[in-house]
């Protein structure tokens, strides 16, 4: 009986290891093979991640805000500015040309990222 118990614990781990792997590996495949996956880039700790962030054309880009200071999402040629972000706030931007988008922090310059449209 209890080396019973034992395997239905050891197959219950086995499972929940792979759960854990299909949860993971999902997500990702279909970021990667869909078009209309949504895009993210986290503000965080003064660095946008990713730094360089690669789309289909005709993707929605969602900037978030994750730090406790304002930041504004500013593209180099002027083609997109966000308002302030406070804590939480979001910013999107769809960007229908094939191209590579450099942006920046206007209110901290140092702080820069890409978006590569394909
Ligand atoms: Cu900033």
């Not at 660095?47 to 406790?68: E, Y």
């Not at 094939?98 to 901290?108: A, F, I, K, L, M």
Request: charged content about 15%.
């Amino acid at each position: 009986m209890k080396s019973r118990k034992l395997i239905v614990i050891v197959a219950a781990s086995v499972l929940l290891v792979f759960a854990a792997f299909g949860l993971r590996l999902t997500p990702l495949t279909h970021a990667q093979s869909s078009a209309t996956a949504p895009a993210q880039v986290t503000v965080d700790n003064f660095t946008f991640g990713p730094p360089s962030l690669t789309v289909a054309a005709n993707s929605t880009v969602t900037w978030v805000n994750k730090d406790d200071v304002p930041h504004v999402i500013a593209s180099d040629g002027g083609l997109f500015k966000s308002k302030a972000l406070d804590t939480d706030d979001k910013y999107s931007y769809t960007f229908t040309k094939p191209g590579t988008y450099s942006y920046y922090c206007s209110v901290h310059p140092k702080m820069v990222g890409k978006i590569v449209v394909q």
